[in-house]
């Protein structure tokens, strides 16, 4: 028996899998939207399991709020870009897979050029604008997706394929007005949610790659402080303006001002940009503190801080009002 055969016998054993599941593990890609814990267990799991190529796209740094539950980075890790420090991660642990990151938020162009590429998509976001963008481009060519979503205790999970079963916005229509839903800053995290959740992600992923995909609709909800699980039939929303109309309003109108985990807002800006950031850094040191560090660019100023990116992004700290967030970046770094 070869090393990797021996890899991967106590799945190759198991009835529901076998060596032709496998196989198609092997030659499986699969892309993880952001690496938080959430993502980063996910793309674990899976890489652990036999997935060939795993792509992971993620805009954000290292925080040290991140190490409670994120169990591929450590101290050292902190500032790194997360696409980064978790590709190389995952590479130490199957030298033998291809792992490739994007430093990235994935917007329309974004996930127009890499997910028509891939066999599933599994979702590693912390907000609900993004995941709309997901599920447009994933109906629109036929991708399966598993949606994911964890806060404070509890998470969900539903496997969604395209023209077989309900969509997302067959389960959330539109998008709920920002502050409606607290933050992973306001209502925490319990450590253990981030992994039970991913287990669960990985395992409907793997069934889907594998040929055996968990019915269409089924939504699963786990809390596990209060030890209840359940779950529930979803069904295609007969006016669903993504799976039935086809209408894809989030790959073609997407929002610039996107709410995060926590108190941030992400700004995304108008086309495509390179920043000068040391010219910028020179023309911000005058109103506040302005430092260039790598490809971004950290900037404290009206009492919020804002990570700059090469690519005209900026992630903006400290503030929850999106249009608030939006009018900094128009002032100091579009202006």
Known sequence: MLPMELRFAR???????????????GEATVLVVGCGALGTHTAEILLRAGVG???LVDRDLVEVTNLHRVSLFTPADVGRLKADAAAEALLRISPEATVTPHVAHLGPDLAAEII??????????DNLETRYLVNDVCVKHGIPW??????ATYGMTMPILPGAGPCLRCLFPDAPPPGAIPTCAQAGILGPVPPALSALQATAAIQVLAGTPFPPGRLFYLDLWAGRAETTQVERAADCPCCRRRRFEFLANPPRAVSLCGDSVQILPRGRRRLDLQDLAVRLARVGAAQVAGDILLVSIEGVTMTVFR?????????LDPNRAQALYDQYVAG
Do not use: F, H
């Open 11 to 25: 799945q190759t054993a198991l009835p529901q899998l076998g060596e032709e599941g496998q196989e198609r593990l």
């Open 53 to 55: 190529r795993l792509i």
């Open 146 to 151: 598993i949606y994911t979503a964890i806060l």
């Open 116 to 125: 028509p590429g891939v066999d599933l998509v599994a979702d590693g976001l």
């Open 311 to 319: 690519d005209g992004r900026a992630i903006v700290k400290g503030v």
